[in-house]
Structure formats: C-alpha cells, structure tokens
C-alpha cells in the first residue's frame, strides 16, 4: 500500500507536502496506524470482575468518607 507523490513541474516543496498528507489522509493509512497504535488487548472474565469489585469498594469508601467529612 504505498503512496508515491512525484513533483509536478514549477509545484513547490510545500505544495507537495500538502498533496502528499492529503492523500495519506484519504487512503487510510492514518486511521489504521493509531488504531494498531492504540490497540488495547481484551482482559480476561476474571481480571474485569476483579476490577468491579475494586471499582465498588472505592466508591462505597469515598461515600463513607465524604459522609463523616474527611473529604
């Protein structure tokens, strides 16, 4: 999949930076990369049950902490 500008003739560097993001932009290339880039692994049953719990407690000791004014 690549991408192959050629200056035209009397077309300036800056121009040809421009068409070059350009057609970068519309072929894609871009949106796939930061979604490889960004990509995250899916957790496991066990590891997004154990983060719930973790969550809850948080929550339950901050409201418990907010109740008695501590926070």
């Known amino acids: 999949m690549a991408i192959e ?3 035209k003739e009397g077309e300036s560097g800056s121009a040809l ?3 070059f993001t350009r057609r970068i932009k519309r072929s894609g290339i871009l949106k796939e990369v930061r979604a490889r880039r ?3 692994r899916p957790q496991s049953r066990i590891k997004r049950k154990l983060s719930a719990i973790h969550r ?3 929550r339950v000791d901050v409201e418990r ?3 008695l004014g501590l926070m």
């Open 38 to 40: 960004f990509r995250t």
């Open 65 to 67: 902490q907010r109740k």
């Open 17 to 19: 930076l421009y068409n």
């Open 5 to 7: 500008i050629r200056k």
């Open 56 to 58: 809850e407690a948080k």
